[in-house]
């Protein structure tokens, strides 16, 4: 039991995960600035507090690629093309990589035209949606981006799986204050979140998802077998199929159930979708006074009284900011079996695991030199 709980507190620094992730990536033919991409998108996940999206996906990610079913070296090429938007193939290379592409096409197409939005057809798994839209906000820019995904979630009514848990994002930067960033799935709970509390053997709240039987249930491995739920009922399954238009079917790329599962197809490529949008503020209005603006709206909004039972008001992106300066000075908490996985692939590769031999004697990780 001892043993368990040391590993429930070991800490890393996003430092020692960050070099650790992008060499084993760089193991299966990851180029060097890529693998460096996709391990910061990682560890940027679980330093905002979403696990899910983290280093919990490093065993698949290599898994897929080591498979074949993951390009290391994509050639992505632009299929279609005006001064505000275009139409990418991301030539299945990983998610991170491809999004990111279009991402900066997106800005450069925004900052020439005001606004740029750039399709993505033959992508994958890209992690946390955040990541891309806050690159606009670098830029002074609104960023938007939205993905489909495996069908794993029950349209509203239904009882088998069609759509993704489709994610949104959009990022507004402000001046003083800290920027909007909305970052949400269309299912009540990321599936992501799911598989964690299946993998500790936890159960899941009702209302998450439904069993085979289209009974909710509060079992996360049957869960997984069954379907998640959309969030706010009709309202949400709308949305996903609405952003799963705009990623697959408007793309030219695959939707629904013919986009390929990431754990349970290893078969095929999952051949996602996804859209990436930038909005130059500059077009709109004087960038200081909408940064102003924004500040002054986000004021009012935290000074509203809190509901009964409420400590403050919250925006969207607050919590993820103060979890990512506490985890940046405490370090990052990896559950048992994360750091299983990541041992594994550890040995596996050769690759040094950067939590042995650097435990304080309260469980957390020195810096590596």
Known sequence: MSQVSHHRNEHLSSSQLKRFCSVVLQKVEIPPTDADL????????????VDSHGVTRMAIYVERLKR??????????ILRET?????????????QVVASRAMELAIAKARESGVGLVGIRNSNHFGATAFFTMMALRKE???VAMSNASATMAPWGGRSPYLGTNPLSVAVPAGQELPLVLDMATSVVARGKILLAAQQGESIPAGWAIDLDGEVTTDAARALDGCVLPF??????????LIDVLSG???????????GDLYRDMERPQCLGHMMGAIDIG????VDVFK????KMIRELKSLPPAKGVNEVLLPGEIEARIHQQREAEGIPLTPGVIADLRRLALEYAVPWCGAHQTSTEGRSFELA
């Open 38 to 49: 996709i391990a910061e998108s990682l560890v940027q996940a679980n330093l905002w507090g």
């Open 68 to 77: 074949g079913l993951v390009n290391p070296r994509p050639r992505i090429t």
């Open 83 to 95: 001064p505000a938007m275009a139409v990418v193939d991301g030539d299945n290379g990983s998610g």
């Open 141 to 143: 820019m609104i960023g």
């Open 232 to 241: 706010g009922g009709p309202k949400g399954s709308a949305i996903a199929l």
């Open 249 to 259: 079917v408007l793309t030219g790329g695959v939707y629904g159930p013919h986009v």
């Open 283 to 286: 077009w709109f209005s004087d």
């Open 292 to 295: 102003k603006r924004m500040d």
